[in-house]
């Protein structure tokens, strides 16, 4: 018999079924929150202080006090990873302004609500990493500051949702003539044999996985820029990426009905797709080398 799944909420450690937050929460009146996902190998969690300041920025961005420090939070993560199944997890952690009447205004002296739960991280699909999956281009609709990683996610929704009627699996992003980053993915492409990603900006989220990949491509001198990309540089690239912390480097074969490249994840993806495998493996010796 599986074991309860354990969450935390405000203080304390709790089945899932019994943890409840009022209807008058702010993140579920007003999307009024930021949120982590951290996925964690072998009970190591992947770059912790990197999720957490990336966690501090966006509640800096939201004028919200931060309620843990990055040692109080480590014990929280640490402590649900001990507490649920699964050789490798991800963690998603929430933080809302809290309980107040409805009103766009900041209440006063608010507590904020924080939640945090474990899910198994499950391995990608080898399939998809034998053949790749497929994307589509749309609009990005999504409000200016995605940097943020705020709970309001509703334009990332719909724009998934296109995606899955379109039976792709992701949807590229294209505003002012530049190509920002899947709905749900930071993107990668390789174009002359040159890994290229989108620079960090208020237009795109700063991945942690995103990071990484750079960091590796770097460490083993692999050709790495981070620049703009247009759609018709995304559409001329020999190979196309698409980056996040529980699907790590997925390769895109299809984009908008077209073959990329030669319809097969390419050389480059594999051996990036390689470098991560083996930094994973570091990890799960708690070893993070990329700490």
């Known amino acids: 018999m599986s074991k309860p799944v354990i969450v935390y909420l405000n203080g304390n450690y709790l089945p899932i079924e019994d943890a409840h937050v009022s209807v008058l929460d702010r993140g579920f009146i007003f999307g009024d929150g930021v949120y982590e996902v951290i996925p964690a ?42 507490k649920n199944e699964g050789e490798d997890q991800y963690i998603y952690l929430q933080v809302t302004r809290g309980v107040a009447k409805r009103d766009h205004r900041f209440p006063d002296g608010n507590t904020p609500t924080v939640f945090v739960m474990s899910s198994p991280l499950l391995a990608v699909d080898s399939e998809l990493l034998k053949n790749g999956v497929s ?15 705020t709970t309001a996610l509703l334009g990332n929704v719909l724009l998934r949702q296109q995606a899955v009627e379109q039976n792709a699996a992701e949807a590229i992003l294209v505003r002012d003539n530049d190509v920002t980053e899947g709905a749900a993915s930071n993107l990668f492409i390789v174009l ?26 770097h460490h083993h001198q692999l050709a790495c820029e981070e620049r703009s990309i247009t759609p018709e540089e995304l559409k001329q690239a020999e190979e196309v990426w698409v980056t996040s ?21 390419g050389k480059v993806w594999q051996n990036m797709f390689t470098l991560y495998q083996n930094n994973k493996a570091q990890l799960r010796q708690g070893k993070d080398l990329n700490a």
């Open 135 to 149: 994307a589509i281009t749309l609009d990005d609709i999504r409000w200016r500051y995605c940097n943020i990683k």
């Open 245 to 265: 912390s529980t699907k790590e480097i997925l390769p895109i074969t299809t984009l908008d009905g077209k073959t990329v490249g030669n319809g097969t994840p």
């Open 192 to 217: 002359n044999g040159v890994i290229i990603t989108p620079p960090k900006s208020d237009l795109l989220l700063p991945g942690i996985t995103r990071d990484l990949i750079v960091e590796l491509a």
């Open 41 to 82: 190998y072998g009970g190591y969690p992947l770059r912790l202080k990197h999720h957490l300041q990336r966690l501090q920025n966006s509640l800096d961005a939201i004028r919200l006090s931060n309620p843990y420090s990055d040692s109080e939070w480590t014990d929280i993560i640490n402590s649900l990873i001990d």
